[in-house]
């Protein structure tokens, strides 16, 4: 809006009766009605290119004359006339290859820029900004004329189009009407909204704002007969009560609640915004054409105002179904005011597995959608059920692309028809359309002409005019498949000095094609422009691509890269170099590599029919050598006491990283996560499980530091399939304490006794007295948490008998610290700080800052108990310094709220309630259960 408040100028109007304006303001004569309605279409849709079949059909509903086609092109002869103007000196109706569209920029059609200060107002709304919300929504409304193509018939596009637009604008209206009565002005709604639910008896908020401005203007008794004209309508119109918020808004009144009498005391500032994820992925550059798929969507998921639905775009793989799916969601983003989420479902990929939609809504979706780790349920089917309440009554779209089947998405879908739904699968998902309503869009190979545009783009228009027929062949010898389109004008691109005949040549000479993309037509086949890049590289950067596709993740570092193939990495860097020249693989960052799942499988088949068995099996056998010695490096760094049971040696040129201190362990580990979770099932898939289960174990303190447990539990459910199937009890009991612990974390005690049991189990079997007195502190610390300290003593006592009898000071160490603290809960603090002080020498003995940590934690606790406050106070100080230092925020939090206690005991109530919102800051950050508890202490004290 301008600096006055006034609507932006909208020259091409359709709000109302169709009319276009010029520069001054004079209205242009636009000829016959058939020519204003063919304005009209084009209008509603700007920059939609139509076909002269699409526009007939629209103008004559299917009954043309035989001159259709011929009419046609006279009326947008004679449009084009009728719109120059000073105003518009050029015309504005643009024919393309197949067809007309409607070029304008910016804000010119009204509907848009009624679309534009609608998006404005709703983004305001979020953020709580209410008056700047009020104004874009007054002002989108004010752009109003009438009924929308007001005096044209109603039928296709314009039906469709109007029916979208009147809802919005009801929407619009209803949300002035909310504002205002926030605002405090429920006198002034009266009329307008009786006039409103006059004007649409069926729409139910309208009905509800009624009441509640009669309500609030002392009409109790009106507000109620109200309610009582609505139930007796929708009972005689449609036979249903009304819904249950208009019933709870009922009893409400009935109750006179005072927060409902009066206008909505909280400030916009208290108004906390939802989470709105924006993870589309950047939109493609070389996009050109597919004007009548990208319309076909906006009808399938735009028309109907209600309702977005779902699409499934099918088609070969490399046809282009994910730009296609970029394509439409980035210019459409505006329509989903409430986010967009994005998830590669790797369906097609090389992994050994496509993405589980549990592993989907645990790691991608809920954490979108502001879930912290420690919110997601543990059971698949409650983590679907959150999803789709998070997305219930929101107008999100949703990308899920490469889909493998119906049952990959079907979990996927959201819980609300507002939401629109983006699949993209090289399969049709019958399933899908048949059971879900799903709208299928198969694509097809892009016409001559686009083909040529994106040729044209990449090489240049000087270079392709010069030598026309070998792009002509270069788009026959590619079948116009976009994949093989973009990888030979990167070729061509990248050799400025070669002929295109050259290279349309050596495309012919080439053989092969990809099993997932092969048709009909030889020439489709995208392997056969793989390999024809494959052959020009050297003989070290051929092998290193086949050996890159065997890495278990897409992503892979340029270390990895080393020891997958046996070389340090400054020999291999003139390789990779070459292999990201060629358009193999793609430098993303600094040293981190990612391989396009399309070439991931064809360098898969590559090694396959040309790398021994043997020489294939060091390949992974390498990569998990470095994965493995480099997370124990990482692990040992995090946690001190942590040992790793038996690793298989790693050879010596197996590449490792050398990490300064736990914080650079733990940053590695932030990026390499995904990688890591991946060659655990790799090593699985592949018969490498003692690598499988040394990995799971490695990962458990970095899981757990970072609070990844339902990571922690997948790992490890793996680590004691292996351990059982190689028949190594003290493994398996490893597997099964640490499967315990992600357990105790997701409060399901019941299955961690059932894997403490297993453990002890399997290492009474192998006698791993070690182990048992790790068990029994397990053991310790659920029965803590359960409330039973008689409990929690006995085990620590069995524990520091166990850790003294083979002489584990770590282990005596942490039963030591147990026993203190479960003296300290029994009320007995002398007792307690003695073992304390024991375990706290042995820790600082092994520097052990973690440990020693969580010693003085209990030290501070024993203290508080005895009433020397000042004493606990500086126990509790040195446990938060060591606790910032070794990065651990659940053990300072914890520590923080115990700090707060004891200034609390002493009197010091301010500083006591900063402890503890700094505590409560750190629980919210990783969705720690505890927060609520906090949450609710510090409220008594506001």
Known sequence: MDPAGAPPATPYQLLGPVEVRSACGERLALGTPMQVRLLAVLMAQPGTGWSIDQLVDELWQGRPPKTAAGNVKTYVWALRRALRSPGFPDPAILAGPTGYRLALDGLTVDSVAFD????????????????????????????????????????????????RLQEQRSSLAEEVADLQLR???HHELIEPLRSQVDDDPLRERPWGQLMVALARTGRRADALATYRQLRHLLAEEVGVEPGPDLQHLHTRILRAERELLTSDPRPPETCPPPVVPRQLPAPPSLF?????????????????????????????????????????????????????????????????QEASPSAVVVRSLLPALGVKPLEIPAEPAAQFALYRSLTANRRLLVLLDNARDAEQVRPLLPGSTRCGVLVTSRHTLPGLVAADGAHPLALDLPTDDEARQLLVRRLGAQRAAAQPAAVDELIRRTARLPLALSIVAARAAARPTFALQAIADDLAASRGGLAALATDDAATDVRTVLSWSYRLLS??????????????????????????????????????????????????SPNRYRCHDLLRAYGEELTYSLDRPPDRSAVRGRVLDHYLGVARDAARLVDAGWQPLDPPPLPADASQSAFADHRAALAWFAIEQQALLAAVDDAVAHNFDAHAGQLA???????????????????????????????????????????????????????????????????????????????????????????????????????????????????????LNALGWSHAQLDEHARAIAYCERALALYEEAEDRLGAAHTWDSLGFAYHGLGKHPTAADCYRRALALYSDVQDPCGRADTLVRLGDTHQAVGDHDTSVDLWRQALAILDRVGHPQAAVLSERLAAYR
């Not at 200060?117 to 709304?125: E, M, P």
Request: hydrophobic letters at 45%; one cysteine or more.
């Open 116 to 163: 534009d200060l609608a998006q404005r107002g709703y983004s305001a709304l979020r953020q709580g900004h209410w008056s700047a919300a009020q104004e874009s929504f007054e002002a989108a409304l004010a752009l109003w004329r009438g009924e929308p193509f007001a005096g044209l018939p109603g039928w296709g596009v314009l039906l469709s189009v109007r029916a």
């Open 697 to 815: 174990q490695a990962l458990t303190p970095l899981l757990s530091r970072l609070s990844q447990w339902h990571d922690l539990a997948a790992v490890q459910a793996i680590a004691v399939t292996v351990a059982h199937r190689r028949g190594d009890p003290r493994a398996e009991a490893l597997a099964h304490r640490d499967l315990a612990l992600a357990h105790i974390q997701h409060r399901r005690f019941s299955a961690a006794h059932h894997h403490l049991r297993r453990a002890m189990a399997r290492c009474d079997q192998a006698g791993d007295r070690p182990g048992q007195a790790s068990t029994h502190l397990h053991l310790a610390w659920l029965s803590d948490i359960e409330g039973d300290a008689g409990a929690a003593l006995l085990h620590a006592r069995r524990a520091l008998a166990l850790a003294s009898s083979t002489d584990d000071r770590l282990g005596e160490a942490a039963a």
């Open 183 to 185: 605002a405090g002005r």
């Open 539 to 588: 003989a070290d950067a051929a092998r290193l691509f086949r050996q890159i596709s065997l890495h278990p993740a897409p992503d892979v570092s340029a270390a990895a890269v080393a020891s997958l193939a046996g070389a340090p990495p400054h020999l291999i860097r003139p390789a990779l170099d070459e292999l990201t020249r060629a358009n193999l693989l793609a430098e993303p």
């Open 288 to 352: 050109t054409g597919r004007a009548g798929e990208l319309a076909r969507l906006t009808t399938l998921l735009l028309a109907d105002p209600g309702s977005a639905g779902t699409v499934v775009i099918t088609g070969t793989g490399g046809v282009g179904k994910s730009w296609l799916a970029l394509r439409w969601a980035h210019d459409n983003r505006h329509h989903f005011p409430d986010g967009q989420l994005h998830v590669d479902l790797s369906g097609f990929g090389t992994a050994t």
